[in-house]
């Protein structure tokens, strides 16, 4: 006897419908083909003690199981579900009359539980697609992949629940999320806030202007002055995410793996923050089973790169390109995978291999020589990515001790979604170019010329604190910001002003200042 039951593999962010047939007839061997890899071969293992520790016996047949297409690898353990179903299907346990509408997915526990698997919501999406019915997952799942509408959604507990179901004998409903409702109902809880920071005003700044146009941004000082307090707080001011942003960030988080079981739809922009010993791969992407790296994770969010020195050349250096292009490519001889990676990048590092070059508490032991070498540890190249360079001094205890609360997040978001409202109307003709930070060259002279007042601070700037070359635009592009969060229609000279004091790291002298 012949059944077909409906499953899906998942590469990158696409899910590919794949059929499980499965041919019994008399004799005693068992065959899987269709590229299986090791995790899909062992799930005769757990189908055998699954049906046995529920009352069915594993059939005593010449059973022949293909999962098509067979040119496509498959991987993990989501195929025991419905290579269990089919299986006992073509032993007449399971009514096959429904199985051609539905797609399973779920790995079986040796006592028949379901346990999760990854990439229930691109799975979700496919079967809607496809106009399959309805889709069956572990009840863990059930949440993730409810949020695809027009598709029923069955969240089952075991093995027996799905017999029961294609059998008739029990009646399940189908899981329905109002999305909209929880999207919009968590999107302005934040654990951190800027308020419960005291003093430092020049950083919120800097962090406010980085916020409002999409700025890579990196903080400069000793240790203790709060550099990875602010970068935490970052999000909390971020514009909030749209539906098809979410949906986008949570496809991501699906495929890899990282979903918890009470969320739906990721409502708050993602924030990550690798450890310094990450590898290149890692923080990229791939894998023997191909998975989205910190980038990807960060897609829609911030990418936290605390002591930015510390970090392998490599694996900065592998950073150039997603920066730039906000997609990464991985290539490898088995596979091509394609993941988003739009996120804004945030650094922080100490002034020196001792930490206190320019703290008025601590005496630097540095060289300039010693200081210069330390600096270049970062690449131009990625240093060019960078629009704002901002120092951050230790707070003094009179700012510490102030019982007096500082601006909330709350206030500063509705200044940066403002400015970003204006950036969507500037740029509605240009495709993907949302912010100021995605300014082409051209765009710069279409929108950020200065006057002639302006180039002149400019000239004069470039030519006593000897800016390089690569500042000039990046000065423009943050004035341009800063006008927009003013309402502004002109860059002014005050905001060009502001722009020249975000390029701390560019100056000529910055080695020799203080010594």
């Keep these: 006897m012949l059944v077909k039951t409906y499953c899906a593999a998942v590469t990158g962010l696409e899910a590919t419908i794949v059929t499980v047939e499965v041919s019994m007839t008399r004799g005693v061997m068992f065959h899987l083909t269709g590229l299986p890899d090791n995790a899909v071969r062992e799930s005769r293992d757990r189908i055998v003690a699954a049906l046995q520790n529920n009352g069915y016996k594993f059939p005593v047949a010449d059973i022949t199981i293909n999962l098509a297409p067979a040119d496509i690898r498959k991987e993990g353990s989501a195929y025991d579900l419905p290579l269990a179903v089919a299986i006992l299907s073509a032993n007449n346990k399971v009514g096959s009359e429904l199985l051609d509408r539905y797609v399973m997915i779920g790995e079986l526990g040796l006592d028949g539980r379901l346990q999760p698997v990854k990439g229930a919501l691109p799975i979700a999406i496919k079967a809607r697609a496809e106009h399959y019915k309805g889709l069956i997952v572990p009840r863990q799942n059930v949440r993730e992949a409810a949020v695809v509408n027009n598709l ?23 899981t329905v999320l109002d999305t909209r409702k929880i999207f919009y109902d968590q999107q302005s809880h934040f654990e951190f806030d800027f308020a419960d920071v005291r003093g430092q005003e020049s950083v919120k700044r800097a962090l406010e202007v980085a916020a409002a146009g999409g700025h890579n941004l990196i903080m400069i000082g000793p240790p203790g002055s709060g550099k990875s307090m602010m970068a935490k707080r970052l999000p909390s001011i971020l514009p909030p995410l749209s ?42 992407g791939g894998g023997n089973n191909p998975q989205p790296g910190e980038i990807s994770l960060a897609h829609n969010g911030v990418l936290f790169c605390d002591e930015l020195p510390e970090f392998n050349r490599s694996v900065l250096e592998v950073m150039r390109q997603p920066l730039e292009d906000r997609r990464i490519t991985i290539s490898r001889s088995k596979y091509t995978v394609e993941y988003p990676c739009s996120f804004m990048f945030v650094a922080s590092m100490n002034p020196c291999p001792c930490g206190y070059y320019g703290d008025p508490t601590h005496h630097c032991v540095c060289s300039p020589g010693q200081i210069q070498r330390y600096m270049n540890k970062i690449s131009g190249p990625l240093m060019d990515r960078i629009d704002i360079q901002c120092e951050i001094t230790p707070v003094p205890f009179e700012e510490i001790s102030k019982a007096a609360p500082g601006e909330p997040s709350e206030l500063i978001r509705e200044r940066v979604i403002r400015a970003r409202h204006i950036q969507e109307d500037r740029y509605r003709e240009v495709k993907g170019v949302h912010c100021n930070a995605q300014m082409t060259e051209r765009m710069i002279h279409q929108y950020a010329e200065p006057d002639a007042e302006g180039i002149e601070l400019l000239r004069v700037a470039m030519q006593r604190l000897s800016l390089s070359a690569r500042a000039y635009n990046r000065i423009l592009k943050v004035a341009r910001t800063i006008a927009d969060l003013d309402g502004s229609e002109h860059i002014q000279t005050v905001h060009l002003a502001e722009a020249i004091g975000y390029r701390q790291l560019d100056r000529g002298d910055w080695a020799e200042r203080g010594v």
């Design 152 to 174: 029923e959604v069955y969240g089952m507990d075991s093995l027996m629940d799905v017999i029961h179901f294609f059998n008739g004998t029990s009646h399940v409903e189908p």
């Design 243 to 284: 539906l098809s942003e979410s949906l986008e960030t949570t496809q991501i988080h699906s495929v890899a793996g990282k979903l918890s079981r009470e969320t739906s739809l990721i409502s708050q922009r993602p924030f990550r923050a690798p450890h310094h010993t990450i590898s290149p791969v890692a923080l990229v």
